[in-house]
């Protein structure tokens, strides 16, 4: 165990010296290669009224998402309502994606606790 420690602080004592040594050159790369994203003058009034924009942008694209979501669920519903003619193929897809999503939830939590499993007396 001991030995592990030493080799993660070698591994991220390399990080850290690579960092150190070519994050500015990186820095200036990424801002030079994404320069047409970038207000100028960048001062703290342009963040704010970029931000507010934002906001309300995203606040006036709710109906719009608002009508997505209720004409997929109309699509789910006439599926359930033919359920009788749904293939076996599009059922089994179906099964599979709710369990890989319950388990990525499951994962999520496990991750979020520290990976710890709680309930468990081993």
């Not at 499951?106 to 081993?122: H, P």
Request: charged share 25%; with cysteine; glycine share 6%.
């Amino acid at each position: 165990m001991a030995s592990k420690l030493a080799q993660l602080q070698s591994k991220a004592c390399q990080a850290s010296k690579f960092v150190a040594k070519h994050g500015t050159a990186y820095y200036k790369q990424l801002l030079e290669n994404n320069k047409q994203y970038v207000v100028d003058p960048p001062t703290v009034e342009k963040c704010r009224d970029l931000s507010k924009k934002l906001f309300y942008t995203r606040l006036a694209s709710i109906p719009t998402r608002q009508e997505a979501f209720w004409k997929e669920l109309d699509g789910l519903k006439q599926v359930w309502k033919n359920r009788k003619e749904l293939k076996v193929e599009d059922a089994g897809v179906a099964a599979l994606f709710g369990i890989e999503l319950y388990a990525w939830f499951c994962v999520g939590e496990i991750v979020g606790r520290g990976f710890t499993f709680t309930g468990y007396y081993v």
